[in-house]
Nanobody
């Protein structure tokens, strides 16, 4: 049974930083594609960043230069470091994984999801 548990969300002032974590269990973590996604109230879920099984990363334009996705295979944990946060980054952030995806930033590519962690950025 695949399980993904996010943590690290919270409330931060604009310009601040947060690091989100996604603890994975139940499968061979380092063989999977993983991504971070977010959904703001009234909006569709969108891709934020993705990392494939060999460590290649991709980012949505909204987070380029500010967000960094990484993973620690020894800890089975995925991270999203978010710097220079803006009020428009406010959303529920979720991690997802799948054995193979064609486009790591497309939510429909993934079958396993965590419950999410809420990020609020105040102005």
């Amino acid at each position: 049974l695949v399980q993904l548990v996010e943590s690290g969300g919270g409330s931060v002032q604009g310009g601040g930083s947060l690091r989100l974590s996604c603890a994975a269990s139940g499968y061979t973590y380092d063989r999977y594609f993983m991504g971070w996604f977010r959904q703001a109230p009234g909006k569709e879920r969108e891709g934020v960043a993705a990392i494939d099984s060999d460590g290649t990363t991709s980012y949505a334009d909204s987070g380029k230069g500010r967000f960094t996705i990484s993973k620690d295979n020894a800890k089975n944990t995925l991270y999203l470091q978010m710097n220079s946060l803006k009020p428009e980054d406010t959303a529920m952030y979720s991690c997802a994984e799948d054995l193979w995806v064609d486009d790591g930033l497309v939510p429909a590519e993934y079958n396993s999801w965590g419950q999410g962690t809420k990020v609020t950025v105040t102005s």
